[in-house]
């Protein structure tokens, strides 16, 4: 996982925002190439730029091809740059062969929330809140705590979304388990038919929904439980649960 403690803890909005926007360009223009990667700076920096707005979304390197003017193996170059440096990643979908048309193409993310911001524009709060990648946003930062605290595997991490809207955000395959876990940004979050459906599709032992918002886990309903995020760094509310700093 990605962790910039000078952004994190620096004293002002405005002195994290510039010490973001440094590190991007000492990124593109300096650790690249010491990497024996040779790109122009400008070209990746916009790729990157597309990417923070697809972010939380499947891959469609065809359309992000024609937006570059480039070919869809130059895209996918550039995406597996990224990766490889740890600045993006992909959750890639599970098939549960339910006799439905899934999802066959991964999800792609900004590796750290602190830098897709930067790459969208947004600078505070109140922007973030207004901006349309904000339930994205947070669906990133969540899923990928998630994923590190349960020390899961990237072979052990997955998403499952069908084409006639039902799907999961995030399904953990793991010690036997099969756990999921749908991401809201809300602090009062509902059962939706959606994850009903993945609930007995996947045949979940578990079903979390990580929510907006402090306090202690509730039970939603048999099988279901709601979570606030301020639970994360409790082991008590999944048995996966590996509690890191």
Known sequence: ???????????????????????????????????????????????????????????NGSELARSLGVSDKTVSRYLDILEGTFMAYRLMP???????????????????????????????????????????SWEGFILREVIRRTDAKRSEAFFWSVHAGAELDLLILKDGRRLGFEIKLTKSPQITASMRSSAEALKLDHLYVMCHGAGEPWPMSEGVTAVPASCLASEQWCPMIRVTG
């Open 1 to 59: 996982m990605v962790v910039f403690p000078r952004a994190l803890l620096a004293d002002t909005l405005q002195l994290s925002h510039e010490w973001r926007d440094a590190f991007i360009r000492t990124y593109l223009e300096r650790d690249l190439p010491q990497l024996g990667i040779n790109l122009p700076a400008l070209t990746l920096r916009r790729f990157w730029t597309m990417l923070a707005h697809y972010h939380g979304q499947t891959w």
């Open 94 to 136: 599970w098939h549960a062969n339910v006799g439905k048309r899934e999802i066959k193409s991964p999800k792609v993310y900004v590796a750290d929330t602190g830098l897709l911001h930067s790459l969208l524009g947004i600078n505070d709060q109140d922007a973030l809140l207004a901006h349309p990648k904000c339930g994205a």
